[in-house]
Each structure stands twice: as C-alpha cells, then as structure tokens.
C-alpha cells in the first residue's frame, strides 16, 4: 500500500516538474512524459527527489511505528504490574485476616488439648472408659491446628525454619501416602536427584504433592490416565525461569526441578490462569485449599512454579526449588521420655486465662511450683520477689500493652541467667527473628501437646529439677 502510494505520489511530482520545464506540452503527455523535448537531465532529478522522498517517509514511518509500539507495550505492562499489585495486596489482606485469626483460634485449641490431656491422667489413661473420647478431642485439635496451618501457608504468611531435605529420599519416603491419594491411577517415579538438597519443611513438601495429585485425579474425566513424578537438578539462566510465577524473583542458579506430569483431561485457558486463587474453584463448595496452599508453599519456600496444559492433553506442574549438592547426611536422634516429675518455680506469662489454667494444672500435676501473670506489667512487679527460685519462664510473645519482647528486654538486664521459653501462634523462625541469637532456650508452638512441652522443659532446666 506504502508502495502504490509513493509511486502514485512519484507520478504527480514527475508530470508537475515537467509541465514547469515544459510549458508547451498537452497534459497528457505530461501524465505519459511521451514528449520529444523530455531530457534524461530532467528524469535524473525526478528520481533523485523520490528517492529522497522515499527515504524521510520511510524514516518517519518507522520512527511512528516504534514509538506505537513502545507506548503499546508500556501500557500492557503498566497493567500487567497494576494487575500483580492488586493480587500482591489482596494477599496481603488475607494474610494479616488469617494472622490475626491463627492467634486467637490457637489460644482456644491450646486450653481444649490441654484440659483433655489433664482429664485423660486424672480418668486413669487407657483404662478409663472415656480414655478414647478425650484422645479424639486431642486429636480434634490437632487437625484444627493444621487448618490454622494451611490458611496461613496459602497466604503465604507462615513463615517456617527451612530444614534440609533430601528430595528422592523424601519422595521415596511418603511413596506409599501419595499411591494412596491417586487410588487406581497408575503413578510413576523418575527420581534423579538422589544426592539434591532443598530448604524445606516435611509436612508442607508433603501437602504440596498431596494437593498437585488430587487436582490430577479430579481431572481424570472418563478415561484412564497416567500420572508421573520426575525430579532432576539443574543450573537455571534468565530464560528458564522467565515463566514461573513465585512471592520473590527468581534469580539464575542451582535448583531442584520436580515435575508432576498426567495424561488428564487438561485445564481450560481461561482458567489456568486462576488456579491459585484462594476463592476460585471449579468444584462445589468445601474442597478445601487445594492449589491456593500448593502456591502459599512454594512462596514459603522460595520456588516457583509453572503450569503447561492443555484440553484432553493433560496438565503438567514444573517446580523449581532453590537446591545445592549434599555433603553429608545427618540422622535423627530418636529418644524416649520417662514419665515427668519435676520440682523447681516456673512462671507462665500469658494474657489468655485458659491457657495459664490448663499449663498452671499440667505443670503442678509435674510436682513444680507455678506462678502465673496474665500481663507483661504484672509480671514484672511480681517477679523479682521470686527471681532467686525462678527456674524457667514461659512467655507469650504476642499480649496487650508490655509484649513477650519488651518483657524480655526488661528481664536480660538483670536475669540473664534464667532461662525463658517462648510460646506462640507464629512459626520459630518468624518469632524467634525478633531476639537475639542464643537469648532464647526453648520455643512452643501453639497449640502444643504437653508432650512437646515436656521435651522443651527436659532440654532447658538443669538435671537436678527432675526426680531420678
């Protein structure tokens, strides 16, 4: 069209040009330049001057087209940010909710596990009648617990201690779980990491493949598939993790590259797009999190993750996992604790009375001598009367006005000595991360079973408060 033009323009400039030089030729053989006294002079700097033409139209052309382009592509990825702004604040939102939600909903499952447990001792254990009933409610309240759990890794605000995992022997490990959440579908292993570390946490690199797996046998349709888990290490550059999407950026490096692969029958384009929304779901009500939780772990483990599928094709999650080569495995140290009978002074800070009840009766029951303050002011007058014989401290970290923090500051300036335990609703390494390193003897998990706390106490007072 651009080229019609020129010559249409080119024709005009020609016949005008001639008709100057040439006044006393008939319009027509301006048009045809079919007329004796044309001399190729005249021709020459016809076509010069196209030429000419040519070139700062062509040049003008170009410089509008890039400049389209330009503002174009500028504004796609204005939306584009505008569009991960609005779901990075979303998040945002959910997780201070889930937060706040965690904390109090633990606090209750706290006081319920551990009146269940005293009222299991004093019913005499696995003889009592009820024995089976209050082990239900602590079990009850454990998996409420993991719920809490799950709503703040899909989040992405449970913040873990990242612990090396050996990915093969991981895999190998909950084999039997995953055969169990695929039923009939055939699944296979293609395992060649063997000797590849990530930072991770069991449980959550567990529930990862658990929902992956799920979302495959939901999507089996009429007709039978299969599903393949395959792991390989890998050294990534810029354009290999251009794709996947993460909580943090990617960088290039060394990573752990796991795959889960079916043969199902795909996800639609206009909602692959949307499978890791938190309220998004293609089913009915009540499926639970699903892949919303498979994203909230690969942010709390600083991977990413990239989903290729296609209708009838089958669907395919690649992961990639920050990883190095291992050089030394380490094992686990297995123990078992005798029955607990303790004797010493042990403080219980916390603001929520069931909480300071139910651990004041556990630790009597234990033989040691409890003294409870509801509030980081009250605690700090009461203490020092009773610093000298005090052999442990336990401490919410989260209370109204003087926090477990502040608490805490007040005591290393003349308490250094006494060791403190601190309890709360947020993970170690979140809670942790507001103390210095070393000033901490111990850290609960709430809810806890009073198991745990027993293991926690056993590591932290001296040998001489428990009876031989």
């Not at 206009?270 to 690969?298: A, C, H, W």
């Amino acid at each position: 069209m651009i080229a019609l033009l020129f010559g249409a323009v080119a024709w005009v400039l020609d016949a005008w040009l001639s008709s100057v030089l040439f006044p006393d030729a008939t319009f027509w053989e301006l048009l045809t330049g079919d007329f004796p006294d044309r001399s190729i002079y005249v021709r020459s700097v016809v076509v010069v001057l196209i030429v000419i033409f040519g070139l700062v139209a062509g040049s003008l052309m170009s410089r509008l087209e890039a400049d389209w382009e330009a503002r174009h592509r500028g504004e796609l990825e204005t939306h584009q940010e505008r569009e991960q702004l609005l779901k990075h604040q979303n998040m945002e939102a959910i997780g201070s909710l889930a937060g706040g939600f965690a904390h109090e909903f633990n606090n209750i499952l706290q006081a319920m596990m551990g009146s269940a447990y005293i009222a299991d001792l004093q019913s005499g254990g696995e003889g009592s009648p009820i024995h089976e009933h209050l082990r239900d409610i602590q079990m009850s309240g454990a998996r409420a617990a993991k719920l809490c759990d799950q709503m703040l890794t899909f989040a992405g605000k449970k913040s873990v201690l990242l612990k090396d995992i050996y990915v093969d022997k991981q895999l190998n490990a909950i084999e039997g779980l995953l055969r169990k959440t695929t039923g009939e579908l055939p699944l296979t292993f293609s395992l060649r990491a063997p000797d590849i570390i990530m930072g991770g946490d069991a449980g959550l690199f567990r529930d990862l493949f658990e929902n992956v797996l799920k979302n495959s046998v939901e999507a089996r349709g009429e007709h039978a598939i299969t599903v393949e888990i395959a792991t390989r290490y890998r050294t990534c550059v810029e354009e290999d993790i251009a794709d996947f999407m993460s909580g943090s950026l990617l960088t290039p490096g060394e990573y752990v590259e796991i795959v889960v692969k079916d043969t199902g029958t795909g996800i639609a384009a206009n909602v692959k797009d949307r499978i890791f929304d938190p309220f998004y779901s293609t089913k009915f009500q009540g499926r639970g999190l699903g892949l919303s939780e498979v994203m909230g772990i690969v942010r709390t483990f600083s991977g990413g993750v990239k989903v290729t599928s296609a209708l009838n094709l089958g669907t395919t999650f690649t992961f990639l996992f920050p990883a190095r080569l291992a050089e030394e495995r380490s094992s686990k140290r297995s123990s078992s604790l005798p029955n607990p009978t303790g004797h010493g002074l042990i403080w219980i800070v916390d603001d929520e009375l069931l909480i300071t009840q139910t651990l004041q009766r556990v630790l009597t029951r234990w033989g040691f001598n409890v003294h409870t303050a509801r509030s980081g002011e009250e605690f700090l007058d009461l203490f020092p009367a009773t610093a000298e014989d005090c052999s442990c401290i336990l401490l919410d970290l989260t209370m109204p006005g003087i926090g477990g923090e502040e608490v805490h500051a007040s005591l290393r300036n003349t308490y250094a000595n006494i060791p403190v335990i601190v309890m709360s609703g947020y993970s170690e390494e979140q809670s942790l991360s507001k103390f210095e390193s070393n000033d901490i003897a111990g850290f609960l998990h709430k809810p806890f079973p009073l198991e745990s706390m027993e293991e926690v106490l056993r590591k932290v007072l001296p040998q001489d408060c428990w009876s031989k």
